[in-house]
């Protein structure tokens, strides 16, 4: 088992063999569960969550396309054995899982067949399995591994992909409304006149687009405050976290624009410019709560960003110390240039200077300074120190950082899932939930290919035992060892040799394996290529040096063409 601050499964691939099957497994419920085995829950649901029903045969074209979504299928009953081969076999010819069929059936595919050995999992809220656990770990005492167990992601499965997911999507469209309307409610407020009233902002077509942006922005929000209303009546106040303090702050600054803009107030301060810059970045940032949540777009942006921030705090703690010194030392040396310089004419000037360029300055300030000698060498040096070596640095922080952030990003996913399903379900009416009795089963059953029937091809070394010309087939040495008989019977027949003449053996020795032919045939063919390889150096040799040798010819008789037009300078002997 993992540790309490570890996110490794706590039942790996190989886990799913020591399963035991159904007739062995004892049935408990959600309550007896927690009741019983209190801080040891996640060992019972590994070792007992889920038992083995059996294992059957299916057709590849029905199998593979039902799977392409996720590699379990789930099914809702109220039975716990059950007749599991001719369910799950109308099941995967239902239209739900197989919308297209590839051709005809070319074989079998063995699937397993499981059941979730809790009684009532998929219930909702505080009934059902997932919101205990989720308390749980807010709460510290457990690992978020446990919600990759198969029991627990079974559960998440069978009502990710019943209800939630579809109830995600509809959220999801809503805050699109949301993110759009600011949008809209931004570019209208930009050329506003804000002498008019309400009264007189709504007589023009203008005013009416803002206000309907306001108001559709309040309606794309409201299912997000009551999602966050109703989980913090299900959790308390330990629900609130960074994200949902940053989740309530939108509501507070999109609550604070429309007062401020619907009751023209300090419409001309600075509140109606700093409030909607800032709710469209928390706009952006909230965006990921959704793609985190999907396996296509599962990168969580805010939880990198936390681990980033926490694994580089230290760090970047040193390199502001480093801007502040440097900085210091550039107001010191420019005390009589601040007049023509404002970069370093006050101590945050300089700070801010040395923040902007982390990477390098300007040295043309440093040549025309008072200080040229001391400013230059104190440029260069801020150079190598923080653009060579601090920031190197730094990036090698963030990417061990990222490495740490993206693992096990499985078992997040499925975090993210959990926390979704039980934030939607306590905002479900409970009208909705007596309406839809099927999204609530008392036992889940679970599909899974059998990954070890499944052919499986060893792509590191495929030639290395049939040899380095390519895959041997039996089929193809019966020709080869009739063209040695043939060759033997030949030596044969031949006459013998004469007296004195080296005698021959006429039985052939034993046949080369392939890999001792392909060996030799490689071996045979590198030294072709060597050869001509020295081959062609030597021709291409003999050329340069005919080459030099008619340049050097050229020059000396240049030259001496040269010695023979110049007349001889006076006093001199001619050499």
């Not at 457990?142 to 579809?166: D, E, H």
Request: overall charge negative; hydrophobic content about 45%.
């Amino acid at each position: 088992m993992a540790s309490e601050d570890g996110s490794q499964p706590l039942l790996d691939e190989n886990g799913w063999d020591d399963i035991e099957t159904a007739a062995r497994t004892r049935v408990c419920d959600v309550q007896q569960l927690f009741s019983r085995h209190g801080q040891h829950a996640a060992e019972y649901l590994q070792k007992h969550g889920i038992a083995r029903l059996g294992e059957f045969q299916a057709p590849d074209n029905l199998v593979f396309p039902a799977f392409e979504r996720d590699p379990l299928l789930t099914l809702g009953r109220n039975s716990y054995n059950t007749d599991y081969e001719r369910d799950w076999r109308r099941a995967l010819a239902s239209r739900g899982w197989t919308t297209r069929q590839r051709g005809g059936s070319f074989h079998d595919v063995a699937v397993e067949a499981y059941v979730v050995a809790i009684r009532g999992a998929a219930r909702p809220d505080k009934d059902g399995l997932l919101q205990p656990l989720l308390k749980r770990w807010q709460r510290g005492q457990g690992s978020q591994a446990v919600f990759g167990l198969p029991a627990v992601q079974a559960v998440i499965n069978w009502k990710w992909w019943t209800y939630c997911r579809k109830l995600l999507l509809v959220e999801l469209a809503f805050f699109l409304v949301w993110f759009a309307a600011l949008n809209t409610f931004t570019i209208l407020f930009q050329d506003e006149d804000l002498s008019l009233s309400l009264s007189q902002l709504l007589a023009t077509p203008r005013g009416k687009a803002e206000v309907g942006a306001q108001l559709l922005a309040l309606v794309g929000m409201a299912p997000f405050l009551l999602l966050e209303v109703s989980t913090l009546a299900a959790y308390g106040w330990g629900w609130l976290d960074s994200y949902n303090l940053l989740d309530f702050s939108t509501y507070a600054i999109q609550i604070a624009i429309t007062t401020l803009h619907l009751g023209r107030w300090k419409l001309k301060s600075s509140w109606m410019t700093v409030l909607p810059a800032l709710q469209l970045i928390l706009l952006v940032f909230r965006l990921q709560y959704f793609s985190q949540a999907f396996r296509q777009t599962r990168f969580a942006f805010l939880d990198t960003l936390k681990t980033v921030v926490r694994d580089m705090r230290f760090m970047f703690l040193y390199m502001l110390l480093v801007m502040w010194g440097f900085g210091s030392a550039f107001h010191v040396i420019f005390r009589r240039d601040q007049e023509q310089t404002e970069d370093f004419d006050t101590i945050l000037h300089a700070f801010a200077t040395m923040f902007e360029h982390q990477s390098a300055l300007e040295l043309k300030p440093m040549y025309s300074s008072k200080n040229p000698y001391a400013a230059t060498s104190l440029a260069l040096l801020w150079t190598f120190v923080m653009g060579m070596v601090l920031l190197n640095l730094l990036v090698a922080i963030v990417v061990n950082s990222l490495e740490k952030a993206t693992e096990d990003a499985d078992t997040k996913m499925l975090l993210s899932q959990a926390r979704m399903i039980d934030e939607l379900e306590a905002t479900i009416p409970a009208w909705l939930e007596r309406r839809n009795q099927h999204w609530f089963p008392e036992f889940v059953h679970v599909l899974r290919i059998n990954p070890n029937k499944l052919d499986k091809v060893a792509l590191d070394s495929p030639w290395e035992v049939e040899g380095i010309d390519g895959p041997h087939h039996p089929e193809q040495q019966q020709p080869e060892a009739s063209s040695h008989a043939a060759s033997s019977a030949q030596v044969t027949d031949q006459p013998p040799p004469s007296a004195g003449a080296p005698r021959t053996s006429a039985v052939p020795g034993p046949a080369a394996s392939p890999t001792e032919v392909g060996v030799a045939a490689g071996v045979e063919q590198l030294q072709d290529a060597v050869a001509a390889l020295r081959q062609q150096l030597e021709d291409q040799g003999r050329v340069l040096r005919r080459q030099l040798e008619e340049q050097g010819r050229l020059l000396r008789e240049l030259a001496e063409e040269q010695r023979g037009r110049r007349p001889p300078a006076a006093g001199t002997a001619e050499e």
